[in-house]
């Protein structure tokens, strides 16, 4: 680093006071932290194995062995830490016997596991469980500035690696092989991991919203639909572009200039302040009045951060209202099925008076010779 550079702000002393504050609005003393996002989030640990006990004076981080080093390195000081080398689950038992006044405590409900939830009930018993909701997701929903970094980090990684595998996209490939070459130019260019099993969806498949990459080989005249993302610092991009292998037909086009404008308008008009659900409509009424409506069947968007699908959603039954800070995708499409579909999805971060894209990767139809 050099000498007159800043170093980085450390914005887990600000998430954790936050989190403190909703716990006392939700009348808990403490925390059972067990998704592995949100433990991230607030400490900094990357590890596949941990669980978290958050409480007014405490932050109590329990892993094994496999992490040592690895939890000294990414939390440090900020957290105590107890490298369990039986269970996690026996550490967090003595910690929290040992805590004063911690009675009434809470667990994610939407993520821990049943044989864990019975853990609670039978070695746990002697505290009051309350089952708790996006309590740590609320506040991941608004993105500080070093989020969105990251983000835009890993949507210049992804663009990258589209553009390095539509030079080599020809008729001939499978499915399959199409989507190797691009996880290979994901991970040649920096991407730690893939936030989702890459979608290649040719011809007729490409009428599947969530195909697997599969088996067909790619022909002239097909659409080509690729969905897509990269990860970088733990944050996820997510983008989705449809080709066409060789001159489009009429029907492409006209099928290609519908979600393209309802992808445009629903872009150029998301802004904090409106509500998920009016989001979505921006598209979906111009995809309805196009005669299409009923091809559309998923959202038009949600939340992208730590986990590739997180709040906020912009779908029909969104009433919350969207913030400043909030990355999110606008990804409108239309699925025929038999013959084929589009997708056209972008990420763009929330400003207080508009929004900014994320990504840049032509919109426009890509015909393939």
């Known amino acids: 680093m050099r000498a007159d550079a800043v170093p980085p702000v450390d ?3 600000a998430r954790v006071a936050a989190l403190r504050d909703a716990l006392a609005r939700a009348d808990l003393d403490a925390l059972l932290v067990s998704a592995l996002p949100n433990i991230r989030y607030l400490t900094g640990f990357s590890g596949s194995s941990a669980l978290l006990l958050m409480t007014p004076l405490e932050c109590v981080l329990f892993t094994d062995f496999r992490y040592a080093a690895q939890v000294e390195e990414e939390v440090g000081g900020f957290a105590s830490v107890r490298i369990e080398s039986a269970s996690l689950w026996s550490g967090l038992w003595s910690v929290i016997a040992g805590s004063a006044g911690v009675e009434r405590i ?5 993520d821990l596991r049943h044989r864990d939830f019975a853990r609670l009930l039978e070695q746990g018993a002697r505290w009051h469980w309350r089952p708790t909701t996006d309590v740590v997701e609320a506040q991941r929903a608004v993105k ?3 989020e969105v970094a990251a983000i835009v980090r890993a949507v210049e990684v992804a663009e990258r690696a589209l553009k390095r595998t539509l030079e080599v996209l020809r008729p001939g490939l499978r499915e399959t092989a199409v989507a190797g070459i691009l996880e290979r130019h994901l991970r040649d260019l920096g991407s730690e991991a893939f936030p989702f099993p890459t979608i290649v969806a040719s011809g007729p498949r490409s009428a599947l919203p969530h195909a697997r990459a599969g088996d067909r080989v790619l022909a002239t005249g097909d659409f080509v639909l690729l969905d897509f993302g990269a990860v970088c610092d733990g944050y996820c991009s997510d983008i989705t572009r449809t080709v066409v292998l060789g001159p489009a037909t009429s029907a492409q086009h006209e099928l290609y200039a519908v979600v393209q404008e309802a992808n445009a308008r629903a872009s150029g008009a998301v802004r904090a302040g409106m509500s998920g659900m009016a989001a ?21 968007g949600h939340g992208i951060g730590l986990d590739v699908h997180e709040a906020p959603r912009l779908s029909k039954t969104a009433d919350a209202p969207l913030a400043g800070g909030m990355v999110v995708t606008i ?4 699925y025929v099925p038999g013959w084929g579909g589009v997708r056209i999805e972008d990420d763009v971060v929330l400003t207080e008076d508009g929004r900014e894209f994320l990504t840049s990767f032509p919109r426009h139809l890509i015909e393939i010779a």
Request: a negative charge; glycine letters at 14%; charged letters at 35%.
């Open 11 to 13: 914005r887990r002393p």
């Open 106 to 110: 809470g667990f994610e409900s939407s």
């Open 280 to 300: 979505d409509a921006i598209a979906r009424d111009y995809i309805d009045a196009c005669g299409h409506g009923e091809e559309f069947g998923h959202s038009l």
């Open 144 to 146: 500080d500035p070093d």
């Open 331 to 334: 990804e409108p499409g239309i």
